[in-house]
C-alpha cells in the first residue's frame, strides 16, 4: 500500500506540473497577442528561454535554498520513493519560472534579452526561493515569529504573494527602470495607442492560463490524500467573478474581459483552501474591479507603461489575495478559519517588500553595469528583426 501511495502521489504532483507547465504557452501567447506584430517573435522566444534558465538555477541552487534538497547525489538515491522529490521539483520549478514570465509581460517591446536572462537566473536562484523557503518551508524562523505574534502563520496555499505579489512587484520595478516604450507618451501630454496585435492570440493565452490554473491551486495539495474539491470550486467562482466585473467596468473591452478571470485566480489561490465559494465569487470580482480600475489609472494618468499591466493584475491582485485570505477564510465569512488578518497582513507586506528590494538591486545593477534597453533604432525597428532576426511572418516580408 505504501508503493501504491507513493506511485499515486508521484503521478497527481506529476499531472499537476505539466498542467503548470501549459499555463507558460498561455503567458507566451497572451504577450504575443498584446504586443505589436514587430515583437511577437520576441515574446514566443522570451517564455521558452526564460523557462530553460529557471529549470537550471532552480535545479542546481533555488530549490535547495528553498528547501534544503539537493540533487547533487546519486541517480539511485534520487529515484528512491518513485522520484517523489524530483517530480515535486517540476512541480515548483513551475511556480518558481511564473516570476520572469510575469515581469516578461510589463517589460515587453523594449527589453534587451540577455540582461532579462540574467535577471532570471538570479532570481529564480535566489530571490524567489528565500521567500518561497520562508512562506512555504518555515525558513529563517519568519512563520514560527508570525505566529507567536498573532496567532497564526501567514497562510498562502497556492501563492497569491508568494508567486504573483512577487513577480507583479519586482515586474513593477523593472517597468520604472526601463522607462515608457518609445513615442507611448509624447511631451506635450498625447499618448499614442500601441494597440493589441491579436485579440484572438490574447484570449487563447488567456484560456490556456485559465485551463492550467487548476492544477496550480488544486495540486498546490501536492498529495492525493490532501486533493480539496473546494479548492476547484473557489477557483471557478473566483474566476467568474473577475470575468464578470471586469467585462462590466470594462464595457465590453476584450482586454479587460479576458484578463478579467485572470486577475480572479491570481487573487483566490492564498485562500482557495479555507474560503466559502461565494466568498471566492467576490474575491474574485474585487480583482477584476482592482484590475481594471489601475490598469487604467496606471498606463493613463500615472503613464507607467506596463505593457500586459502585470502590476496591477498580479501585484495589486496578488497582494488583495493575500489580506481577503485573512477575511474570507474566517468562519465569520462561512470560511473554515485556521487565518488570521494581521498574519495575511505581515505575510503580504513582507513579500512585497522583498520583491520590491530585490528587483531594485537585480535590475538597478544591471541598468549600470550592461544596460536593459534596446537601442533606440532596435526599438522601432522591432524585438523580432533587433534580436531574432526574423519577423512572425518571414514570408511576407521576403514578398514585400
Not at 528565500?130 to 529563517?140: D, M, S, T
Not at 497564526?152 to 517597468?175: M, P
Not at 511631451?187 to 485551463?211: C, N, Q, R, T, Y
Not at 467573478?241 to 470594462?250: F, P
Amino acid at each position: 500500500m505504501d508503493q501504491v501511495k507513493q506511485g499515486t502521489d508521484a503521478l497527481f504532483i506529476l499531472l499537476g506540473a505539466i498542467m503548470v507547465l501549459a499555463m507558460h504557452a498561455g503567458f507566451a501567447f497572451l504577450e504575443l497577442g498584446t504586443v505589436r506584430k514587430k515583437n511577437q517573435v520576441n515574446a514566443l522566444v522570451k517564455i521558452l528561454v526564460d523557462f530553460s534558465v529557471s529549470t537550471v538555477a532552480y535545479f542546481f541552487v533555488g530549490y535547495g535554498v528553498a528547501y534544503g534538497t539537493s540533487f547533487l547525489v546519486g541517480a539511485e538515491s534520487l529515484a528512491a520513493k518513485n522520484g517523489y522529490e524530483l517530480v515535486k521539483f517540476f512541480f515548483l520549478l513551475t511556480f518558481a519560472a511564473a516570476i520572469p514570465a510575469i515581469i516578461s509581460g510589463g517589460i515587453a517591446e523594449r527589453a534587451r534579452f540577455g540582461p532579462q536572462l540574467i535577471a532570471t537566473a538570479v532570481f529564480v536562484g535566489l530571490i524567489y526561493p528565500l521567500f518561497e523557503g520562508v512562506v512555504w518551508n518555515q525558513g529563517l524562523g519568519i512563520q514560527a515569529w508570525i505566529k507567536q505574534a498573532t496567532g497564526h502563520e501567514f497562510h498562502d496555499f497556492a501563492g497569491s504573494v508568494v508567486v504573483h505579489a512577487v513577480g507583479g512587484w519586482a515586474g513593477l520595478v523593472a517597468v520604472l527602470l526601463l522607462g515608457a516604450r518609445a513615442n507611448r507618451y509624447r511631451k506635450d501630454g498625447a499618448m499614442s495607442a500601441h494597440p493589441p496585435s491579436s485579440i484572438p492570440f490574447l484570449a487563447l493565452g488567456a484560456w490556456i492560463l485559465a485551463v492550467g490554473w487548476f492544477g496550480f491551486n488544486v495540486m498546490s495539495a501536492q498529495t492525493v490524500d490532501k486533493i480539496s474539491g473546494l479548492v476547484a470550486v473557489n477557483s471557478l467562482m473566483a474566476m467568474v467573478g473577475g470575468t464578470l466585473v471586469a467585462t462590466l467596468m470594462g464595457r465590453n473591452d476584450p482586454g479587460f474581459a479576458y484578463n478579467g478571470p485572470l486577475a480572479g485566480l491570481v487573487a483566490v489561490c492564498a485562500g482557495s483552501d479555507v474560503m466559502h465559494p461565494a466568498g471566492a465569487l467576490v474575491v474574485g470580482g474585487v480583482a477584476g474591479a482592482v484590475f481594471v480600475s489601475l490598469f487604467t489609472l496606471t498606463q493613463n494618468r500615472w503613464k507607467i507603461d506596463d505593457v500586459l499591466g502585470v502590476w496591477p493584475l498580479h501585484g495589486l491582485c496578488g497582494a488583495w489575495g493575500g489580506i481577503a485570505c485573512g477575511v474570507f477564510g474566517s468562519t465569520t465569512l462561512g470560511g473554515l478559519g485556521g487565518v488570521n488578518l494581521t498574519a495575511q497582513l505581515i505575510g503580504t507586506a513582507l513579500g512585497i517588500g522583498w520583491a520590491v528590494l530585490g528587483a531594485g538591486v537585480v535590475y538597478g545593477v544591471l541598468k549600470l553595469t550592461m544596460g536593459l534597453r534596446l537601442t533606440q533604432e532596435e526599438e522601432f525597428e522591432g524585438a523580432d528583426l533587433s534580436i531574432h532576426k526574423i519577423g512572425a511572418t518571414p514570408d511576407r516580408e521576403v514578398s514585400w
